[in-house]
T-cell receptor, first 110, second 114 residues
Framework: TQLLEQSPQFLSIQEGENLTVYCNSSSVFSSLQWYRQEPGEGPVLLVTVVTGGEVKKLKRLTFQFGDARKDSSLHITAAQPGDTGLYLCAGASGTYKYIFGTGTRLKVLA | NAGVTQTPKFQVLKTGQSMTLQCAQDMNHNSMYWYRQDPGMGLRLIYYSASEGTTDKGEVPNGYNVSRLNKREFSLRLESAAPSQTSVYFC?????????????FGDGTRLSIL
């Protein structure tokens, strides 16, 4: 069974601080996606990483896919209250399925 | 541009009752999915439909059935609801013929079983 563990599970920080969220597995994934989910809504895709070692930047968010394609990280620089939400990683399992991580709930205090 | 629409948004059932959760997408996507989301467990795949006419089990299919009615619609049925099925249910769709496409999610159905 493929599993994706995210850490930390909860994170509460002050506006302007930096943070990193981790997504780890013992399985290799062909690609990995990061989603953000806000209360009462479904997850929305932030980024897809495909190549081992790949780094993608989305404004203040930096995503990295591990060299062995078993892990990924999301780094947020100078967090803002608008970054508050549940962050989910999802690894591609075959052609049609994704395995979702356990989630990191982030709260950024003004 | 509705995307993925789920009905109902909220539902309370008694143990043993049955119900069907409806999902429709207007993006002409081939693949559709049903997930449940429980605290601390992320999203778990219940069933998916890679294309119209096919359905397959996910991680947690027990107690559920699905129907891919046509390309747009994918329903999830609970035949005899149990308290362990209290959860938030999400439907999603994607254009799976193109690799690494995003899944587009509905806003969920919050289901409580007493």
């Amino acid at each position: 069974t493929q599993l994706l563990e995210q850490s930390p599970q909860f994170l509460s920080i002050q506006e302007g601080e930096n943070l990193t969220v981790y997504c780890n597995s013992s399985s290799v994934f062909s690609s990995l996606q990061w989603y953000r989910q806000e209360p009462g809504e479904g997850p929305v895709l932030l980024v897809t990483v495909v190549t081992g070692g790949e780094v993608k930047k989305l404004k203040r968010l930096t995503f990295q896919f591990g060299d062995a394609r078993k892990d990924s990280s999301l780094h947020i620089t100078a967090a803002q209250p608008g970054d508050t939400g549940l962050y989910l990683c999802a690894g591609a399992s075959g052609t049609y399925k994704y395995i979702f991580g356990t989630g990191t709930r982030l709260k950024v205090l003004a | 541009n509705a995307g993925v629409t789920q009905t109902p948004k909220f539902q309370v059932l008694k143990t043993g009752q049955s119900m069907t959760l409806q999902c429709a997408q207007d993006m002409n996507h081939n693949s559709m999915y049903w997930y449940r989301q429980d605290p601390g467990m992320g999203l778990r795949l219940i069933y998916y439909s890679a294309s119209e006419g096919t359905t397959d089990k996910g991680e947690v299919p027990n107690g559920y059935n699905v129907s891919r009615l046509n390309k747009r619609e994918f329903s999830l049925r609970l035949e005899s609801a149990a308290p362990s099925q209290t959860s938030v249910y999400f439907c999603a769709s994607s254009e799976s013929r193109i690799r690494n496409q995003p899944q587009h999610f509905g806003d969920g159905t919050r289901l409580s079983i007493l």
